[in-house]
């Protein structure tokens, strides 16, 4: 299987030409999260929600660390993250951005599949915007 939130921080680190979301390793820590790790990711695309994300409430870590993670409110804020970290200039297409969007789809029944990313990737090729290409699937 391939890892498409990877891919997706890959491609982001690609665009900005820096780690989308580095956060600082607490090695002392036993805790399964990386709080800082979070804060950054959950900064940027919000807070993952059993709404948005029906199969998150039977992840064990999730359950087990309600007071602190779960506590936490950060507003769903992805324009502005984008506009501050380099994401949305003029070098930068909507296609690339919404590929981005959906490989950082928290929920991976809703994450792009690789066949899904590989579409929207060779449709962003100028040559595919000509005609001059075809993807067959």
Request: with cysteine.
């Amino acid at each position: 299987a391939v890892d498409l939130w990877a891919a997706g921080c890959i491609f982001g680190e690609l665009m900005t030409l820096k780690p989308l979301f580095q956060g600082q390793e607490d090695k002392k820590s036993s805790v399964a999260f990386q709080y800082d790790q979070l804060d950054k990711i959950f900064s940027a695309l919000g807070a993952p929600t059993a709404q948005h994300w029906p199969s998150l409430v039977h992840l064990p870590h999730w359950q087990a660390n309600r007071s602190n993670i779960q506590s936490l409110i950060y507003p769903r804020n992805i324009k502005d993250w984008a506009i501050a970290s380099g994401l949305h200039n003029t070098h930068t297409s909507a296609g690339a951005l919404d590929l981005l969007m959906g490989l950082l789809e928290y929920d991976p029944d809703r994450r792009l599949s690789a066949a899904q990313a590989l579409v929207i990737t060779l449709s962003l090729h100028p040559l595919a915007r000509q005609g001059d290409w075809t993807v067959a699937m």
